[in-house]
């Protein structure tokens, strides 16, 4: 092995350090060599030139003897707590620890669960339906997979992807690392990207439901259209429609994944259905649109939106873009680009290296809770929400004026008048240099109508178009859509919700009298903070739903559910916890949140507590909560 590594150019191996993520390069050689004086170096923002220098030439001197593709097994655990604080130098309390222990996926399956002792038989009739093949779903039916429980998986549409599926615009991609957008379980996937395109997100998730079995259990073209619960036999039937009509399919356990970006928001102005263009949804692209010299009109400035931009622009004849609210776009390290050859050398051939690239790149996300809390003593001082918040604000304007080149006409509509972190994080992709094109132009407000020939701002400003594209989002409230569910008295569950104050659930998975129902990615599901992706959360909420499973399959239950009064405590905390956070106060802009249910003044999509504690909730079953019968 030390021979093969020999023949390695030494050059090549410098070049593949120097592009190595610092904190993961020392973490990983220490665990590899265990050099103490490696051990004693600092985090890398603290680190001198000296410093720097001394842990590249240790590692391309260990590299060069000793690079192989072995892979680490997980380290005891006083050791892994070691190296986990070796990458931020800040201690972590049990609570943290367990959160953020699999973040580094050393075990062969992070965060999944599995039987422990004697595996009880599995009676011949039992069964759980997952619904959607988006990555929730695949990873549902990869923890049924685990557990030896019979499943099938049925998908509206006509292959595995979800989202990433329907999502086919010029550029779309993930807006975060690829390497932590991505399962724990399948280990150094070569992605191309640093974040990578649609089509390569679709294709690894394809992978993955083919190489874990999801994909035999699969039924596509299947557009699940509601499901009741019969008491009697503590069996839910769910009506189908399939390529060879309406089929009813009973399951013991159902598992909801059609995640939140499924139901499109479409425009509806006045007007709209008078004109006589092209009105085109991201989430509907036609893949033989033809854009070239046409007259574009993009409505949307959300992820979506700043993403295809560009590439519009530079196909158009004209594009004009419709800014109702202005947002904090970011600049991310590497966006866009492709990864170094010799960056992925690194991940295959030093070992713990790309475990602790992952956690590397969540860590810097650990503590974002201080961007999203007012500090009422700093605002007293004459400061806006935080010094923390405040400063990224400074950052993110001086992004704008440098991307802009410094043009006023452009730069005072596109500032917000709210604070960073209040809303969903947009990524840049080339966005506002976009604007500054001849052919671009940004008008800020409300479509008030459409017309024959393009629409006419709410201020009356006309312009004409060929097509329009609708960057307008999903419905992110409508759960579950438009599937009807009915619980055990025969309750409708979007009813339920709607006579109340919008969708509810507890840990974000369960609501009263719907019993063996399980949501992933349901109401106030995805915390504010903490960094965990959500591909790890996914697994664990299957996880939490394995372990109802498993409870009830041991002890010959037939039904497991949320007591009510557990239910409301539940919720009741959650909104007292929501009130502490930048997404409910004026400086957050709660009237233009979409994280939030404005008609009833609540936190709607996320989950309000810090991530470990929520971790916690999700992965320690408290059973006093729920009711098995």
């Known amino acids: 092995m030390a021979t093969a590594a020999k023949a390695i150019d030494t050059d090549y191996i410098r070049r593949a350090v120097e592009l190595a993520e610092p904190n993961a390069l020392r973490v990983a050689l220490y665990q590899n ?23 590249i030439n240790r590692a391309i001197d260990w590299l060069a003897d000793n690079a192989s593709s072995a892979e680490l097994p ?5 050791e892994l707590r070691k190296l986990m604080t070796m990458i931020t130098g800040l201690e972590m309390s049990e609570v943290e620890f367990e959160a953020r ?62 989202t990433w599926t329907i999502n086919r615009y010029p550029d779309v991609r993930v807006d975060t690392p690829s390497i932590t957008y991505e399962y724990s379980f399948e280990k150094l996937y070569p992605w191309s990207e640093h974040f990578n395109r649609g089509e390569e997100v679709r294709a690894y998730l394809q992978h993955v439901s083919r190489k874990y079995g999801v994909m035999a259990n699969s039924r596509f073209n299947h557009d699940v259209k509601g499901a009741s619960f019969d008491v009697a036999r503590n069996i839910w039937t769910i009506d189908v429609d399939t390529p060879a009509g309406t089929e009813q399919i009973e399951a013991n356990v159902i598992i909801t994944a059609c995640g939140t970006f499924a139901n499109a928001q479409l425009p509806d102005i006045e007007g709209v259905h008078d004109f006589g263009g092209q009105i ?100 007293a001082q004459g400061g806006q929400v935080s010094k923390a918040n405040d400063d990224m604000r400074a950052f993110l304007t001086n992004y704008i ?32 240099r976009a604007l500054t094109r001849d052919n671009v132009e940004l008008l800020t407000g409300s479509v008030g109508r459409f017309t024959r020939t393009g629409f006419a701002m709410a201020d009356g400003a006309e312009r004409d178009f060929d097509i329009v594209i609708a960057a ?42 719907f019993p063996n129902l399980f949501m992933l990615y349901g109401p106030n599901s995805q915390p504010l903070t903490g960094g965990t992706g959500l591909p790890q959360w996914w697994l664990i909420w299957a996880s939490y739903a394995a372990q109802c499973m498993m409870r009830m399959l041991k002890e010959g239950k037939g039904r497991v559910d949320v007591k009510r009064e557990a239910f409301e405590r539940y919720n009741r905390e959650l909104d007292e916890e929501a009130q502490n956070w930048l997404q409910m106060t004026p400086e957050g802009g709660i009237e233009k949140n979409y994280y939030v249910n404005r008609e009833h003044r609540r936190l709607q999509v996320n989950a309000p507590w810090l ?17 098995l019968s």
């Open 33 to 55: 060599s265990g050099d103490e004086e490696i051990a004693a170096l600092p985090p890398a923002a603290r680190m001198t030139p000296e410093q720097k220098a001394l842990l």
């Open 101 to 162: 222990r699999d973040l580094a996926a050393f075990r062969p399956f992070p965060c999944a669960v599995q039987w422990q002792g004697e595996k009880p038989d599995i009676p011949e009739d039992f069964r759980v339906v997952i619904i959607g093949s988006g990555p929730a779903g695949i990873v549902a039916g990869v923890q049924c997979e685990l557990l030896g429980l019979p499943y099938i998986l049925l998908e509206r549409q006509s292959e595995a992807g979800g």
């Open 472 to 513: 307008t989002g999903f419905d992110v409230l409508k759960y579950l859509w438009p599937a009807r569910y009915k619980g055990l008295e025969g309750q409708d569950l979007h009813d339920t919700w709607d006579a109340g104050d919008g969708p509810r659930a507890y840990l974000s998975m369960m609501v009263p009298q």
């Open 611 to 627: 991530s470990p504690d929520y971790h916690r909730m999700c992965t320690v079953v408290n059973w006093d909560d729920l009711e």
């Open 280 to 379: 085109v949804h991201p989430s509907a692209w036609p893949q033989d649109l033809d854009l070239t010299g046409k007259r574009v009109a993009i409505i949307g400035n959300g992820s979506t939106g700043v993403q295809l931009l560009s590439t519009v622009a530079e196909q158009a004849g004209h594009v004009t873009v419709v800014q109702r609210t202005p947002q904090w776009i970011s600049p991310r390290e590497k966006y866009g680009s492709p990864i170094e050859p010799e960056l992925a050398w690194l991940y295959e051939n030093m070992p713990g290296y790309w475990n602790w690239a992952r956690y590397a790149a969540t860590a810097p996300l650990f503590d974002i809770d201080r961007l999203q809390r007012v500090d009422r003593e700093w605002q």
């Open 74 to 78: 997980e380290p005891p655990e006083a």
């Open 401 to 432: 004026r440098q991307e802009t080149g410094g043009r006023e006409d452009l730069i005072e509509k596109l500032i917000p008048d709210y604070a960073p972190m209040s809303r969903r994080p947009v990524v840049d992709n080339g966005w506002y």
